[in-house]
């Protein structure tokens, strides 16, 4: 039976999304998104807070509409096929990064957005995320469900 590894998470991004295109003219964005998790350290009874990085790739047609409309700090729900990478840094230490294929970026984000762009987050991919809440997928307009105020996203943000 073959495996499947999906991962759905919601965090911010650490910096603007960078679109590229392949040499055969597939665009293709990268962005990091920052998950905050708070814990309660069991010795002191302090809350403590982690913060996982996560390395997204979208593709395609969707790739596109990341780019145009999402930037640093944009709270976003992702879904897609999860991996771990080794790799070797500058200073020769071993690290593993947590990467994340998207299948679904969805923006959370009530913020007003960039010039040209209508409100809302973006279209949701038939089958993503806003097919399973909604019962529709492609075309329609994704909203968030709840209104953060400012001072959430503030307290939120990584950096």
Known sequence: MASFSKVSIIGNLG????MRYTPNGRPVTEFSVAVNQSTKNQQTGEWVEATDWFRVTVWGDRAERTAEQLRKGTRVFVEGRFRTREYEARDGQK?????????SV?????????EGEGEGGFAAPSG????????GGGGETVRPTRPASDADDLDDLPF
């Open 128 to 135: 993503g995320f806003g097919a399973a809440a909604g019962g």
């Open 106 to 114: 969805i923006n959370l984000d009530p913020r007003a957005p960039r």
């Open 95 to 103: 690290r593993v990064s947590l990467e994340i294929t998207a299948d």
């Open 15 to 18: 910096r603007d999304p960078e």
